[in-house]
Each structure stands twice: as structure tokens, then as C-alpha cells.
């Protein structure tokens, strides 16, 4: 069984999704106006292992993650730069594809923008106009509030802390005052703007992924995702939006990811805590361990981002590096060690079993420690055959496909007529014929392949080939 917390009913849910095996989430995306910040990336992590999992658990995904490409930090972005808006959000989403490969953080299926989807904009504002949900004032639409009686369900406001008739335009405004928000924004001097049915303007934030979410997945979907502080006012707008809209539940889960601080603080450019990814690699850090970092904690705890952190995360990768390093560079005898198929097996089960806990990552990465643990013990005790190194180091691929933490290793396979050489020189050491060990030993190295004779076995390792 799946169960996730679902921030809608404030407790873990069996997770069932409205069509067997599919599963419909979209994930608020970002706003183009700058690089993205390692607490955004902590979002888009954390989606990503949510996302991993469900395909993992044989889910069929469409993910949709929306672009904010404008709002008013794009708007004044662009005139900061003397550019226009389309060339200035182009930068930094054109930046946001690379930081989320670099991140292996697998593509959605959809990335739509705000700005090509006006004409949807103004359809929903007009029906929810004439449904008597939103009110014209001065040029500029807005939703009402008192209209929507499950208003603050999400964010657990109470309805009294209403504030009816008081607008607000700007996108995110504090808890303590819920008001009546704007849809669409009058033309202002010097702002972009769409000349449409509704007079000319721009969108709110809020409509744009009520109105994509629902394009793209549907009028119900399963899965909303997003960091904390989108649960208000964002989340709890959107559901007012759409609900009113279709007359129907909009999103079966909510799950949302707390906040990363750095150093114990909140990040902010004054501080000079303040990391994109860029910042960190140019730095020397390797982008994999910035993944591990983010996924080790849990989504719903605090991330306190340190740098001692980020060298506990690369000492991790790297026993895991050094353990598929040893299966790959040894020659393993024929067979197989039951014992080995067993260990594999339960790794999995417990890796997945911990994930379907609401993604519990730290007993998920426990298993996969555990197995990498008995597995060099087995190494160590010259028990893993090549059947076993099979099994092994498929079980590492498989757990690294929600984790995707595993460094590009290359499994690369001698040719058979050097295998054989080894087998020879292993022989001729059996036989203490130390003369014909050492000549083949000499010849490999002449080859590019150098022997060590370890306790264990033999382990090999490609050299430049020497001339003599
Ligand atoms: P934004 O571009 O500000 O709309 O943010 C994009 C995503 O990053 C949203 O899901 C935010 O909730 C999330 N986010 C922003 N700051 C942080 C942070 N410090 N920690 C975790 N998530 C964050
Ligand atoms: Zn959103």
C-alpha cells in the first residue's frame, strides 16, 4: 500500500489514483525572473523522487510543471535589462533546462507557459464572472472570497479571518489577511499587456495553474505538489479557482515539501547565503551530491543546507561508487551464491516498502546502505560469483532509477581472450609456477591492463599500455 500526507486532510491517505496505474500530478514550476535557487531545486527534487517512485511502482506519470514566464518580478526583470519580456524569460528558462539535467531531474511531460495561455485565462475568469464568483473593479477582475465557502480549507484558515471587499493585486499576500484576490490585472503604463474580452491587461499568478493544471491533466487530478510556501495563498486560490469553475473536486493529494534554510537561515542575497546551482558548481561541487543532499532529508522536515553536508553527501555516493568500482574491476569464478539473490531481493523490498511510507528516504537509503554493507562483506569473503555480480549490480541500477545519486560508472567487459589470460596466470599462481604468472602479468600490463593481487582476488585496472 502508497500513502502519502496529504496537506488537504493534514494526515497520511492510501494512495489511489483515479485511473489504475496512471497518475496525473503537476508541480508549480518557476517564475523566469533569476537562476533558480537550491531551495527551489529542493522542491524540484523532491517531485522528482515522488515522480521516480510512482514509475518505479509500474505508474504510468504525466507530469505537467508550468512556467511562469509573467508576473511582476519578470515584468520589472525585463525592464531592468532593456529587454523584452520573451527575451528576458527566455534566459532564465533556457537556464532552468540545464540546472534540472544537471540535477537529473527527468523532464515533464509538459512545460506550459502563462503567456501562451491567455486565451484559456480569459475563458475561465469569464466563467467564473458569470457564475458570480469574480467582479470587474476599476479595470481589474478579482475573486471573491465570501463567494467560496470551503475558502482556507486547505490552509486551515478560519472564515471569520475574512476580509470581505478587500482586494489585493500583488500574487502573494500574508495569512493573516485573506482578501479577495485578483484574476486579471488592469493595463499598466510601461507593462506588457493582452488586449482580450476582458479589457487589456495581464493574468494573476494563481489562474495560470488553474487553468494549465486542469488543461493538461483534467478537471480532477491526482497529485498537486509544490513547497510550503505555496500552500497560501497560491494552493488555496487555485482550488477556489477551479472548484468554482467546474463544480468539482480538483486535486485528490496535496503534497508539499518544507522549506531548505542555509546554515541554520533563512537565504537571502543581503545574508550572502544565497546558492543557485551555478554558484555551487563553479565552486567545485559536484551536482550529484547536491541531489543526494536534497533527497536525504525528508520532504515534509526542514533542510538545514550546510557545507559539511554536501561532503557527508559526496562520502556516501563515493561508498557507492567504490562498491560498483570493485564489480566492475574484478574477475569473478562461474556460479552463483543463493545467499546473494536473497540479500538483493529483500534490499529492494525494504527500499520500496520505506518509499511507499510517504517516501521515508532515510529507511530507503538504510536498505540501500545495508546491501552495498553485506555485499562488500561478500566481496571480502570471496564469495560473489558472476552470477552474483549480475545481480548486484543490477539491483544498484535499479534503486538508482528513484535515487539517480549513482555516479556514471561505465561497465566495461574485458575482452574474453584477456579473461582467459587471467584465468591462465590464476592457475599458474595455484600452481606456484611463478615464472608463467609473472609473464603474463607482464604481458597484460604491455596491453593496458594492470593485475593487483588482493586478498580477495584479483581486481584489474586499464593503464596506458607500456612499450616494453
Ligand atoms: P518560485 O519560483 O518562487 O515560485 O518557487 C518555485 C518552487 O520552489 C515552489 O514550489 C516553491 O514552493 C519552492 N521553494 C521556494 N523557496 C524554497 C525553499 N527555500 N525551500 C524549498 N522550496 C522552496
Ligand atoms: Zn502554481
Redesign the pocket.
Known amino acids: 500500500m502508497i500513502r502519502f500526507y496529504n496537506t488537504l486532510s493534514g494526515q497520511k491517505e492510501e494512495f489511489i489514483p483515479l485511473e489504475p496505474g496512471q497518475v496525473k500530478m503537476y ?5 523566469v525572473y533569476d537562476y ?2 537550491i ?2 531545486f ?3 527534487v523532491f517531485e522528482d523522487l515522488l515522480k521516480r517512485f510512482l514509475l518505479a511502482m509500474g505508474f504510468k506519470v504525466t507530469h505537467v510543471m508550468n512556467i ?1 514566464d509573467v508576473d511582476d518580478k519578470t515584468i520589472r526583470g525585463a525592464k531592468a535589462k532593456n529587454l523584452s519580456l520573451e527575451e528576458y524569460t527566455k534566459i532564465y528558462t533556457e537556464a532552468f533546462f540545464e540546472d534540472i539535467d544537471t540535477l537529473k531531474i527527468l523532464r515533464a511531460d509538459y512545460y506550459p507557459r502563462a503567456t501562451h495561455h491567455i486565451p484559456d485565462m480569459v475563458k475561465m475568469i469569464k466563467g467564473l464572472m458569470a457564475k458570480g464568483y469574480a467582479y470587474e473593479k476599476d479595470g481589474s477582475i478579482y475573486f471573491d472570497v465570501s463567494k467560496f465557502p470551503n475558502y482556507g480549507q486547505l490552509a486551515k484558515i478560519k472564515i471569520s479571518e475574512l476580509k470581505t471587499g478587500v482586494r489585493i493585486d500583488a500574487d502573494e499576500y500574508s495569512k493573516d489577511s485573506v482578501q479577495d484576490f485578483a484574476l486579471w490585472k488592469k493595463r499598466k503604463e510601461g507593462e506588457p499587456y493582452w488586449e482580450t474580452e476582458l479589457g487589456p491587461g495581464r493574468p494573476g499568478w494563481h489562474i495560470e495553474c488553474s487553468v494549465m493544471s486542469t488543461k493538461y491533466l483534467g478537471e480532477t487530478f491526482d497529485i498537486h ?6 500552500i497560501f495563498p497560491h494552493h488555496e486560490n487555485e482550488i477556489a479557482q477551479s472548484e468554482a469553475y467546474t463544480g468539482k473536486k480538483f486535486v485528490n493529494y496535496w503534497l508539499h ?5 542555509v546554515e541554520g537561515e ?2 537571502s542575497k543581503s545574508k550572502g547565503n544565497f546558492y543557485t546551482l551555478r554558484d555551487l558548481t563553479s565552486r567545485g561541487v559536484d551536482p550529484l551530491d547536491l541531489r543526494y543532499l536534497l533527497l536525504a532529508t525528508h520532504y515534509r522536515k526542514m ?1 538545514n543546507f550546510t557545507f559539511d553536508g554536501l561532503r557527508q553527501a559526496g562520502a556516501a555516493r563515493r561508498r557507492l561508487y567504490d562498491f560498483i568500482y570493485e564489480l566492475y574491476h574484478r574477475t569473478f569464478p562461474p556460479g552463483e551464491t543463493p545467499e546473494i539473490k536473497t540479500l538483493v531481493k529483500e534490499a529492494k523490498n525494504k527500499f520500496l516498502a520505506a518509499l511507499s511510507d510517504d517516501l521515508n528516504i532515510s529507511q530507503a537509503l538504510t536498505a540501500l546502505f545495508e546491501l552495498v554493507k553485506k555485499g562488500n562483506i561478500f566481496l571480502a569473503q570471496g564469495q560473489v560469483k558472476r552470477g552474483d555480480r549480475q545481480i548486484l549490480d543490477q539491483a544498484l541500477q535499479d534503486l538508482d532509477k528513484v535515487l539517480a545519486v549513482l555516479p556514471a560508472l561505465e561497465e566495461e567487459q574485458l575482452p574474453q581472450e584477456i579473461l582467459k589470460k587471467i584465468e591462465e596466470r590464476q592457475k599458474a599462481r595455484a600452481a606456484r609456477n611463478y615464472a608463467l604468472a609473472d609473464k603474463i602479468r607482464d604481458e597484460l600490463r604491455a596491453q593496458g591492463i594492470l593485475l593487483e593481487d588482493t586478498k580477495e582476488g584479483v581486481r584489474w585496472k586499464r593503464i596506458k599500455p607500456t612499450s616494453s
Open positions: 508541480t508549480c514550476g518557476p517564475t533558480a535557487h531551495g527551489n529542493r522542491a524540484y511562469t505538489c509544490g513547497g510550503v510556501d505555496n515539501c518544507h522549506h531548505l534554510i533563512k537565504m533542510l
